[in-house]
């Protein structure tokens, strides 16, 4: 008896880099060299339909790099980026790919025009991409965005501009534009970190109950790895441009193996110990970073001389693997309890 085929993933990311050249100051005009720094670093995943991957590290670790790569804003320099079966860059080309994939912006204030009125703001991609659409058609698409979306009563809303809305309310407007038109794939780029902590679940559980009414797809984009675990079915830690552990979200938030998760998870539990697994630093300062091997290596007090091989990822079981040469022949377990 012959098996189903597996159906394939609705976006895969294989082995992608992305390099950026560093700007020089006058006294290297001269030099032969051509510095560049790599903000991408053979990246790889999928994303399945319905799912939930978040993406966690802090500022300047390539997160929206990543994101800017995944919407064809910008070129992978190699590696492949596809998005049901098909690149990304011939879907972009036949426009194909921005009626699929919406992204939702950290700032709820500056991603909306605040000359334009909300229902005018939510319409935008229909006017783009469903032009066969007439206008009653259209209008009720909007309300039921916004209905979709908690911004009721709809009709006052409708005629309200951002500047009359609260930020909790804008980044609503937002997510109700990126599924006017039902999209694949939303990517949300630290869509809470602007808002106050008191709206910010309110928002992860709309997220959450979008994707799962509506079958989308989200990619989140975050910091912050306490709201993660309210939205997130798996999660990628990056680091320096390259995702160092990745897994089901439960396991690697529990069972976390690589000092760097160690390190964000103390900052979610504000610990002050003195860790055992990782150097204190503030901030990624990129002309510290070792040129080869792991970039964590001058942090973590776990690194030897392996280490500044080129990365390996070690499959600890189905659920869970870390890049990190201090696991290549260890099984460890230590439970971690983030409540």
């Excluded at 908690?150 to 930020?167: A, D, F, H, N, W």
């Excluded at 798996?234 to 160690?262: C, Q, R």
Aim: glycine share 4%.
């Amino acid at each position: 008896m012959s098996s189903l085929p597996v159906p394939l993933p609705l976006l895969q990311v294989k082995n992608i880099n992305k390099t950026f050249p560093i700007h020089r100051n006058i006294f290297h005009l001269l030099s032969s060299s051509n510095p560049a720094r790599k903000a991408i670093d053979n990246v790889s995943f999928d994303l399945g339909q319905g799912e939930v991957l978040v993406i966690a590290g802090e500022s300047g670790s390539g997160k929206t790099t990543l994101a800017k790569l995944i919407m064809g804003a910008l070129i992978p320099d190699d590696g492949t980026i596809s998005f049901e079966g098909n690149y990304i860059h011939s879907l972009k080309k036949r426009k194909a790919l921005y009626s699929m994939i919406q992204m939702i912006h950290q700032d709820p204030y500056s991603s909306l025009n605040p000359n334009i009125k909300i229902k005018d703001i939510v319409m935008e991609p229909l006017k783009i991409h469903e032009n066969n659409l007439s206008r009653n058609e259209k209008d009720e698409k909007v309300r039921l965005a916004l209905r979709r979306t908690r911004l009721e009563p709809v009709e006052e809303i409708l005629e309200k501009y951002p500047t009359m809305l609260s930020g909790g309310q804008r980044q609503r407007v937002s997510i109700a534009r990126s599924i006017v038109k039902i999209p694949k794939l939303i990517i949300a780029d630290e869509p809470v970190s602007m808002l106050d902590i008191s709206v910010r679940a309110e928002i992860l559980s709309l997220l959450n109950e979008l994707r799962k009414t509506l079958n989308i797809s989200i990619i989140y984009i975050t910091h912050d790895l306490a709201t993660s675990r309210f939205i997130g079915d798996k999660i990628g830690i990056m680091f320096a441009g390259s995702i160092i552990e990745y897994g089901e979200i439960d396991e690697v938030l529990h069972n976390p193996l690589h000092p760097y998760t160690w390190m964000l998870l103390d900052a979610v539990t504000f610990s002050t110990n003195e860790s055992k697994f990782y150097k204190s630093f503030d901030g990624i300062n990129l002309s510290e970073l070792p040129l080869k091997g792991c970039k964590f290596y001058n942090r973590c007090k776990l690194s030897f001389t392996d280490c500044t091989n080129d990365l390996e990822q070690f499959d600890i079981s189905k659920r869970h693997s870390v890049s990190c040469f201090y696991y290549r022949n260890q099984n460890i377990n230590r439970n971690r309890n983030i409540d």
